[in-house]
């Protein structure tokens, strides 16, 4: 994931310039960095009923291997697609796996502490109860994912911990709950901090929207420029943006506040760049990776310019050409396929946040 790109560029130096500029100028509150709330629906008479099965507490509860198998057996859907349980040599390996899981007195001591923080969940099921209402409100075909929560113990060493931190599939979402438990917390993902820090409790539905997305979305399959992958993140990002009206763009993008006012105040020099390299329609992954792949910071661009600033560039994008297009519908948006059209009609040149 880590690359590295030594070349410092005549941009690169504006970027820096103009950032100090701003890092002198700007007080990094929480006000400043919430680019607004988007327009809310009315939601009022839409009914959407959340599950959230504890398969966490259920498997800590057992106290035997036979009780972990009869748990394996409980939740068959959920067995196949979180642990593969078909990939396993036997049913007997994975129980003793997941036996040592529960049976791990240090590891029951943090279970016990992320239970303490989650609660009874309520909360988190309200949140996802508001965000579904608003999807099924734009596309009233959508039945909400049946929300299981886990605890992994990640670095436990045990195999079944290598699960995912959270899956989207079908209809079934999974949580690891100790992923979520923010920058306090003594156990911290293993993911470099760039990536960690994005991991909180207020991320939590916003991944599992970003995990939804691309069922609503189209995009032409011949289009394999850049633009085209701005655009379809930028199409992500504005899904969820809609489901959740008042969002930060900092939780929303995964940048600190600080990045995420760097960005808006050298919105102009990032897409001078973007036109100079002429890169907005080249089809090189090598050449895409820098700038909507994550990565510490945006190599090309310089340290100072978060990593997948082409995502952010093209969620800017899209949300002009719907403010352009208030006729249209979200689902019309974003079933939009042509990245070229968008751009053009969007008419977005750098210029979201400075006057046309």
């Not at 042509?338 to 969007?346: C, N």
């Not at 750098?350 to 006057?355: C, D, I, L, S």
Request: hydrophobic residues 35%; negative net charge.
């Amino acid at each position: 994931m880590m690359r590295i790109n030594c070349r410092l560029q005549w941009h690169t130096i504006l970027f820096s310039a103009s950032l100090l500029l701003v890092l002198l100028a700007c007080d990094f509150s929480d006000n400043e960095t919430d680019n607004g709330c988007l327009p809310d629906v009315d939601t009022e008479n839409i009914d959407v009923q959340v599950q959230i099965v504890r398969t966490d507490s259920t498997l800590f509860a057992c106290r035997s291997k036979e009780e972990v198998a009869r748990w394996l057996e409980q939740y068959p859907d959920f067995a196949e697609r979180y642990f593969l349980r078909s990939r396993w040599p036997s049913d007997s390996l994975l129980v003793e796996e997941l036996y040592r899981l529960i049976d791990t007195p240090s590891l029951d001591s943090v279970y016990q502490e992320v239970q303490a923080a989650y609660g009874d969940m309520q909360w988190l099921k309200k949140e996802f109860e508001e965000a579904f209402k608003r999807v099924k409100y734009h596309f009233p075909g959508f039945t909400p994912p049946v929300i299981y929560t886990f605890f992994t113990g990640y670095g436990s060493g045990a195999t079944v911990t290598r699960t995912p931190d959270l899956m989207v599939s079908g209809d079934m979402a999974v949580i690891g709950m100790e992923f979520f438990m923010g920058p306090g917390y003594r156990f911290q993902p293993p993911y470099p901090l760039y990536i960690a820090r994005r991991y909180h409790r207020g991320s939590i539905v916003p991944f599992v929207l970003q995990m939804l997305a691309p069922r609503f979305i189209d995009e032409d399959p011949e289009d394999k420029s850049m633009l085209a992958d701005m655009i379809f993140y930028g199409k992500a990002f504005y899904f969820v943006k809609n489901m959740l009206p008042c969002l930060p763009d900092s939780t929303l993008f995964g940048y600190t506040e600080k990045q995420v006012l760097t960005l808006q105040a050298n919105e102009q020099a990032i897409w001078r760049h973007y036109i100079d390299k002429n890169v907005l329609y080249e089809t090189s992954h090598l050449v895409k990776k820098d700038y909507v792949d994550p990565a510490p910071f945006c190599y090309p661009i310089g340290k100072e310019c978060p990593g997948e600033v082409g995502r952010w560039t093209g969620y800017l994008i899209v949300r002009r050409y719907h403010e352009r297009h208030p006729e249209l519908s979200l689902k019309q948006v974003l079933a939009e396929k042509d990245a070229k059209k968008i751009l053009r009609e969007s008419k977005y040149k750098g210029n979201y946040y400075t006057t046309d």
